[in-house]
């Protein structure tokens, strides 16, 4: 195991992944850009160093200074969390040169994983039924093509692509050009790669996730599926564990079709296959993020097993140590997106409390909210033995969860669990449309 670990991150993943390797009794090297001098991890951590300006581009993707601390600092791994670096290929090929471990999959599997249409072809031949798509995109010339053969209208995505930044949904040829351009400077801004791919826009339909677990001895489970339907511009909102849209007939062959495939292509960490579900109840395979992603905690809470733990341990070596059989599904979690309105100084903060209640969160009295990075300031879970509990004690944790300084959304989450679609399960990626 591990002795010491570099957290290549900020804001509430850098907190919760400190907090885990605390609990398994592994130091920590925080990184921080100057605007988050003040930031928790940077406290948080047993040790902290600047890497450069608030720009994300001259800090947390800043791959050589980030290598660097960590040599410096004695750190044998370093985790990349969600966004900045942790789909980067080159990043985790620069930790195995410098005699460092990437914790997520090996440079190779992400490059294999990047190529959409070989992922794509990969998950048809397991079984799965796959969006019609486009490899790599080498210009706007061949975009235009492909959307032409593909049909309009279609989606435009970054292949490096999370948090739904380098997503365009583009309705015909004349909004293609303009959108190619946006999306490829917002993904190179956010993710340190401009690469994008098409693929065919499937609607009306749902967003369900299924989260993978595998380690290198061969041994692959499914910790459930997530439902990410509630969505504004491609941000996920909130989420719920299971998918009210799901019979357990469905989870079971989702969960065997999906395992199968990645037995067959070796992934080793964890990692989500996302699908649209139509309204005929097909399962549409999108992509693969292979990375933690923002609503882990949602899977955690339902299951009991923390994936940034099996993260650390899959990583050193060390196999599952539970089958799919073993793993406990049993009730309902949401998870409620705290996101910032605008930016501020945060001058007081009440979490809720209770059983099977919790708020990760890098908010402190004090902390500056900056318009560098994303707008996320929390995530609010809950869990329960039944979807209708879960759903009276998500809003009894919203009504309870205050923080003054900073506009948040803490209201408009509030009005959407106490929507009758909402209640009623039957929501889909149109809901925020019509609000």
């Not at 309204?279 to 955690?300: A, D, I, K, Y």
């Amino acid at each position: 195991m591990f002795s010491k670990i570099l957290i290549a991150n900020r804001g509430e993943i850098a907190v919760r992944m400190i907090r885990a390797c605390k609990e398994m009794g592994i130091a920590t090297v925080a990184v921080y850009s100057e605007a988050d001098r003040d930031a928790l991890h940077v406290a948080l951590a047993d040790q902290s160093y600047c890497i450069g300006g608030p720009e994300a581009t001259k800090s947390y993707l800043n791959e050589n200074q980030i290598i660097n601390v960590a040599l410096l600092a004695g750190a044998q791994a370093i985790h990349p969390g969600y966004g900045f670096l942790s789909e980067n290929a080159h990043f985790a090929r620069l930790c195995r040169k410098n005699g460092l471990v990437f914790i997520g999959p090996d440079p190779e599997s992400m490059e294999r994983l990047s190529d959409k249409a070989l992922l794509k072809e990969t998950m048809g031949e397991a079984g799965l039924s796959v969006i019609p798509g486009t490899k790599v995109l080498r210009s706007v010339e061949e975009a235009k093509e492909a959307a032409g053969r593909i049909g309009y209208p279609v989606m435009l995505k970054a292949c490096a692509g999370g948090g739904g930044r380098g997503i365009r949904l583009i309705q015909s040829e004349s909004e293609l050009e303009d959108a190619y351009c946006q999306a490829k400077n917002e993904a190179a801004s956010a993710f340190g790669d401009d690469s994008l791919y098409l693929e065919k826009y499937v609607f009306p339909a749902r967003h369900v996730e299924l989260q993978i677990l595998a380690d290198e001895f061969g041994n692959v489970v499914s910790l459930g599926d997530r439902d990410c339907s509630l969505q504004r511009r491609n941000q996920k909102l909130i989420e719920e564990t299971p998918s009210p849209a799901v019979d357990s007939r469905q989870r079971g062959r989702l969960t065997e079709l999906a395992v199968r495939a990645l037995k067959k292509i070796g992934y080793t960490g964890a990692g989500t296959l996302e699908f649209l579900l139509d309204r005929e109840g097909s399962f549409w395979f999108m992509e693969m993020n292979v990375r933690l992603q923002v609503e882990h905690c949602v899977t955690e809470m339902l299951t009991g097993i923390d994936l940034v733990k099996w993260q650390i341990r899959i990583a050193a070596g060390i196999p599952l140590s539970f089958t799919q059989e073993e793993i406990p599904m049993e009730g309902c979690a949401l998870e409620c997106r705290i996101n910032a309105r605008s930016c501020g100084t945060l001058e007081m903060l009440h979490v809720p409390g209770g059983p099977f209640v919790r708020f990760d969160t890098c908010l402190i009295e004090g902390t500056v909210i900056t318009p560098y990075y994303d707008s996320l300031l929390g995530k609010l879970i809950v869990h329960a033995k039944t979807r209708e509990e879960a759903l009276r004690k998500v809003r009894a944790a919203l009504c309870e969860l205050v923080i003054r300084g900073i506009p948040t959304n803490i209201e408009e989450q509030l009005a959407i669990v106490e929507d009758e679609r909402f209640i009623s399960g039957s929501y889909d990626l149109t809901f925020m449309g019509n609000r």
